[in-house]
């Protein structure tokens, strides 16, 4: 596989991530009967904040991963970055959904240490 293949993979897992966190709010906006909001339902709450969240870092982050392939990053660094990134996100989503903070605590590590990785690699790669 070639850099820009790896980058590919760890995209459509995280949109499928999304889509998976999507469902859960709409099965539970459906159980609830709640149409706008949470209507106070702090299972529904939980479950759009962890949609929100995963929605606030994973498009960004796929751009990056998806540039700097781009840009010539070997596929081995590309598998590690989006491999942590992608452990992250499950990780801090059931940390979330769970209210579990060891999870949630070292899958925002694992979001956060790949994300800073590729912001300085695409303002290397970029200067160059």
Same mark, same amino acid.
Not at 33 to 58: K, W
């Given at each position: 596989?070639n850099? =820009? ?13 999304? %889509? ?5 709010? %709409? ?8 149409s706008?909001?949470?209507g ?8 759009i ?8 870092? %994973? ?8 540039? =700097?392939?781009a840009?010539g ?20 989503a059931?940390?979330?959904?769970a209210s ?16 800073? %990785? ?11």
């Amino acid at each position: 596989m070639n850099s =820009t293949q790896v980058a590919a993979l760890y995209v459509g897992l995280n949109l499928a991530l999304l %889509v998976l966190l999507a469902v859960r709010v %709409v099965g539970r906006r459906r159980s609830a009967q709640v149409s706008l909001g949470d209507g106070g339902d702090d299972d529904l709450s939980r479950r759009i904040r962890t949609h929100g969240n995963a929605s606030e870092y %994973v498009p960004a982050f796929m751009v990056g991963l998806f540039m =700097t392939a781009a840009m010539g990053t070997s596929a081995i660094l590309v598998h590690a970055l989006g491999a942590s990134f992608t452990l992250g996100r499950l990780l801090h989503a059931f940390g979330l959904s769970a209210s579990k903070m060891g999870p949630r605590a070292l899958g925002m590590l694992l979001t956060w240490v790949p994300m800073l %990785v590729i912001a300085g690699l695409l303002v290397w790669q970029g200067s160059f």
